[in-house]
């Protein structure tokens, strides 16, 4: 079975338990299959995995649970996937869409770190997620994201501002008083220095897609006019969401801890029930070698010599065609590493024969010039020839004008 028939398998196997609900069964395998992949094979794998999941009714789920356990690691996916050209790229990035609109939570915690990545085109693929992410069922309202968003549309690379503009537009649509803050606060900050302009005018844009100009003044004035009341309340807000965050954070804990103590229990559970399993195993093996030899006695009291020749008969010729299979699997050994030496040997002809062609293509070309060489001998030659003719002709025709001169002369 080749690389190609056994993938096709292994993904059919996949959808089969899919499919049937075994979705652990199917992690599994998928963990393998992924796990198994050069660096070259990895992407196409994950795109056949991403493409097969999203047909299946469950996939989404089993999709879901190789991301938060990292077997598809986000960060490292994108990096992978940086080394791509543009179009495969993209092609890859359109295949998150669904999830990220659907389960933008798996995304959004590695958002920040990604969009200010070193690597230009993580940088992009992050932003595109994002784009998927802010058109979804997303809310994004992360003041600390949304402004590593903003400082992009400053980006050595223009694919980068484009879509940090795309990302801000889009996000700016569910989000506009929080945007509309954000823009005209960095706005103020950068408007003094004359190399800003470009960015300016970006926030312009920005704005200008999000809400009409009478809309940002209103926003604006409602942003000075209860700027006191605000800070107030924001200082509270902020206050009591600390407090939240830190008791939502005692509860995960809390139920990571319980989570961990459960799937403890049951492995111990699984390890007891295996420990039984095999003791009630080997009890049964043992009663059976008992009745075995008990049985075996009785049988040899009764069976009769020649029985036992023949029984011996038996013994023997499985023994013999135990030894042939062993030869049989060695021959193919040996013949496989026959043609691997055939092979090899028939890379070397192929590189000594490529070798040669280059010396003949090399001696062509070398010959080529000599014969051109000779050919502008050989011309020289003739029109020196040609000239010495012509010279020698000149002569005899001067010397005949003189001679008949000469004779008109003398007459």
Avoid: W
């Amino acid at each position: 079975m080749n690389d190609t028939e056994k993938e096709a398998v292994e993904i059919s196997q996949i959808k089969d338990f899919v499919n049937d609900g075994r979705f652990d069964d199917a992690v599994q395998i998928i963990a393998l299959y992924i796990g198994d992949a050069t660096d070259n094979e990895y992407l196409d794998r994950l795109e056949n995995i991403i493409e097969t999941l999203l047909t299946l009714h469950g996939g989404r789920t089993v999709l879901r649970f190789l991301m938060e356990n990292l077997i598809i690691d986000i960060p490292s996916l994108l990096e992978s996937l940086s080394k791509r050209d543009p179009v495969l790229r993209f092609t890859f990035l359109l295949l998150l869409k669904t999830i990220c609109e659907k389960e933008c939570d798996l995304f959004l915690p590695y958002s920040e770190d990604l969009v200010n990545s070193e690597d230009p085109n993580v940088r992009e693929a992050a932003l595109q997620l994002l784009i998927y992410m802010a058109g979804g069922e997303a809310i994004i309202d992360d003041e600390s994201l949304i402004k590593a968003i903003l400082i992009k549309l400053n980006d050595e690379k223009d694919f980068v501002i484009e879509k940090a503009l795309q990302a801000l537009k889009t996000i700016g649509i569910k989000s506009p008083k929080l945007m509309t803050k954000i823009l005209t606060d960095y706005a103020k900050e950068i408007s003094e220095m004359p190399e800003n302009e470009e960015l300016i005018s970006y926030i312009d844009q920005i704005l200008k897609s999000i809400v009409s100009i009478d809309k940002i003044e209103e926003i604006v004035e409602e942003e000075t006019e209860t700027t006191e009341v605000k800070e107030k309340d924001y200082l509270e807000k902020e206050e009591s969401e600390i407090l939240d965050r830190e008791f939502e954070l005692k509860k995960k804990e809390l139920e990571i801890k319980k989570k961990k103590l459960e799937l403890e229990e049951k492995e111990k559970e699984i390890e007891e029930k295996v420990i039984q399993k095999k003791e009630e195993v080997l009890k049964m093996k043992e009663e059976i070698l008992e009745k075995e030899s008990e049985i075996g006695e009785e049988i040899e009291k009764k069976i009769p010599k020649k029985l036992k020749k023949k029984e011996e008969e038996i013994i023997d010729k499985e023994i013999e065609l135990k030894k042939k299979d062993l030869e049989i699997k060695k021959k193919k050994l040996e013949l496989e590493e026959k043609e691997k030496e055939l092979e090899e040997k028939e890379i070397l002809e192929r590189e000594k024969t490529l070798k040669i062609k280059e010396e003949l293509i090399e001696k062509e070309k070398e010959l080529s010039r000599v014969e051109l060489e000779l050919k502008q001998k050989s011309i020289k030659q003739k029109e020196q020839k040609i000239k010495e003719e012509e010279i020698k002709r000149f002569e005899e025709e001067l010397k005949k004008i003189k001679e008949n001169e000469q004779t008109d002369n003398e007459n």
